[in-house]
């Protein structure tokens, strides 16, 4: 599955990026996939909702944990369509995108890994096949 509808630009790399205007890199533990504001956000695969609500850090969130100890969350939310234990399909709708901060709107999404070091993030073009660069 693909978070969104539609495919779209990867705004924001996972991994190391430098900052805009400063002189140091930080690390993007997701990708940010450019979307109008209130495009729906869709589930990639099956899964149980682990957390549905507001996120100091990541505003409304919406956190899908799936099988094989993956996690996908996803982001930067103007709306949160599911509630925690809900179970989801490909395609469950989530919620809706919201505002930018100052810039173009946009999904942010991750794919984690649970471990013992806790819940580590993944590239998300490695485990969601649709995001992978062609």
Sequence with gaps: GYPLPNRTDVIVNYGWQPTPNQDRLVFNTGIALAAEETTPVLAVGAGTVAFAGNDREYGNLVVVNHERGLQTRYANLSTVEVEVGQSV???????????????????????RLNSERGWVAQDPQDHVPSLALR
């Design 89 to 111: 399909q490909q395609g469950t709708f989530l919620g809706q995108v919201g505002p930018g901060e100052g810039e173009a709107s946009f999904l942010f999404f991750e794919v």
